[in-house]
Nanobody
C-alpha cells in the first residue's frame, strides 16, 4: 500500500526558509511521480512541483519558480520541498502526492495524482 507522510510544517517567520519532507512507503520511486501541492482554505489545491527519479526530472509551477526547490534522499524514500524567503502568502497546508509514472501524458496535473498524504500546515508569522 502506497503511503505518503508529510512533515516539517509549523510557524515560521517571514523571510526564513523551511524544509518540508514527504516520506514515502509502499512504492518504488522510479515507478512514480511525486508532486508537491498546497492549499489555502477556500481555494483550490495548487500545484508547486513534480519530480520523477527515473527521468531525473523536476518541474516547477510558475508560482513556485525561484523560491521552491525539490530534493530527494532516495535511500530514505523521501522527497523534500524547501521554501526560501517565506512570505505571508505561503501559509497553507502542503501536501505531497504520488501517481504512477506511466498513468498520464501530463507530468504534473493535479487530478492524475492518486495517493495523497495528510498534509502539513505552514504558518508564516510577521
Amino acid at each position: 500500500q502506497v503511503q505518503l507522510v508529510e512533515s516539517g510544517g509549523g510557524r515560521v517567520p517571514a523571510g526564513n526558509s523551511l524544509l518540508l519532507s514527504c516520506a514515502t512507503s509502499g512504492l518504488t520511486m522510479d515507478d512514480y511521480v511525486i508532486g508537491w501541492f498546497r492549499q489555502v482554505r477556500g481555494s483550490e489545491r495548487e500545484g508547486l512541483a513534480c519530480f520523477s527519479s527515473l527521468e531525473a526530472r523536476t518541474e516547477y509551477s510558475k508560482s513556485a519558480q525561484g523560491r521552491f526547490t525539490v530534493s530527494t534522499d532516495l535511500t530514505r524514500h523521501t522527497v523534500y520541498l524547501q521554501i526560501s524567503s517565506l512570505k505571508n502568502d505561503d501559509a497553507a497546508v502542503y501536501y505531497c502526492a504520488a501517481r504512477p509514472r506511466t498513468n498520464s501524458f501530463h507530468f504534473c496535473r493535479r487530478t492524475d495524482f492518486q495517493v495523497w498524504g495528510q498534509g502539513t500546515r505552514v504558518f508564516v508569522s510577521a
